[in-house]
């Protein structure tokens, strides 16, 4: 079967045409049931990645084509900020793609508008076979008791290290115990050793500030989303202040240096240009791949004492209430889940895959690198606290908000001080409106 491969940019044009017109029952919207099992069905799949995510992820979707000679699937991929820019006018539109690959920062923004499907249904009757996920690990894309996310694998927080830049600096890490001002000293000798940064940038705020929270005992968004959680400003004065010192120490890119970063294959640590970089679990084997430096996945400062690690969704497959073939994506998230073979192409990519079943077939086939990264989720989970519930709806304009706010501080335009009260009354009042 002929292979279609679309940009999203491509569907983004499609939309806006479609979106011109009435609502009809052509493209994927519309409420149909199932037909026969050879029934011709086109399937639009989504997702966000590098080129190695693109290309297993189109395996996967041979072996499913195979095995489904009546399903054509229609790929459509993008880089992470390309991807959300060109979804939203889909979803304007009602052209969402049948299956989508989400974030936890969007769930609520599509989920409680109304946009995705609940596919509880799904895994009740075995369509999504979850036999072998735990209960916590299957709710992770839960907004209430409707689950507008099925979620595709575990992450976890981790400082990756180039060891030898490390060792010229002669910094040694016990990432057991390590505090954020050890974290602080090592970036700095590592600039002073080398020339190079000591480390990536903390970046998007919206990630690290929240685990910074979770290391003083406190958290970022009120349970019930509609405010920030944490009361004091020292907390976020104290976050940005150390991160202005690392750029003054040399030791810490500045935003517009960040900004060139726009993939894996861009990263400082892959460059050469730094001995850490802030990142999940899961993209570990990126770097690994890239670059011929031992590498050594830790974990982040302060995490033991107020257990602030957790074990992340890493993304969702999501289906659209304009999707006219809801029951065939079901099956496809199954395949993507539970398929042994198909598992062995994505070797947790996306993440520790949920299903217990497939890490013990995969743990045999996996390389050194690819089993320290199970085996790295696997220790980060004996200490875990639980995740944080999807991020509220307006998280999207908050993240905007903290980022902004972020660049302003660390080009010196405002000062610490001044950010913490300008993001709060920013975000409180986004977030006031779900009150």
Sequence with gaps: MKKVVLSLSSLMLAAGLAGCGNDSSSGTSGETKEGSSNEEITLRVAWWGGQPRHDYTMKVIEMYEKEHPNVNIEAE??????????????????????????????????????????????????????ENIDETTLKGGNIGDKMYGFNMGSNVLSVITNDDMLKQAG?????????????????????????????????????????????????????????????????????????????????FPTPDVSAQVKGLEDDFIVKGNAAMTWNYSNQYLGFAQLTDAPLTL???????????????????????????????????IDFFTNDVEANKLIKGDRGVPVSSEIIDALKPELTEDELKIFEYVESASETASPADPPDPLGSAEVMKALKDISDQILFEKISPEEGAKKFREQADEILSRNA
Aim: net charge negative.
């Design 77 to 130: 991929f993008a880089n992470w900020d390309d991807y959300w820019k060109k979804l939203a006018p889909m979803a304007a539109a009602n052209q969402l793609p049948d299956i989508i690959q989400m974030d936890t920062a969007y769930l609520s923004q599509y989920g409680e508008k109304g946009q995705l499907e609940d596919l509880t249904p799904y895994t009740k009757d075995g369509t999504i076979n979850v």
């Design 298 to 332: 830790n974990l982040p400062p302060e995490q033991a004492e107020n257990k602030a690690l957790f074990l992340r969704p890493s993304m969702f497959f999501s289906v659209p209430k304009s999707s006219q073939h809801k029951e065939e994506a079901a099956k496809f």
């Design 171 to 251: 910094v040694e890490l016990n990432s057991e115990n390590w505090t954020w001002d050890d974290f602080e000293k090592a970036a700095i000798d590592v600039q002073k050793a080398t020339g190079k940064y000591g480390t990536n940038p903390m970046n998007p705020p919206d990630v690290f500030f929240p685990y910074y929270l979770r290391t003083q005992g406190e958290r970022f968004y009120k349970e019930d989303g509609t405010g920030l959680a944490y009361k004091d400003d020292q907390l976020f004065v104290d976050f940005f202040e150390r991160q202005v010192r690392l750029i003054k120490a040399e030791a």
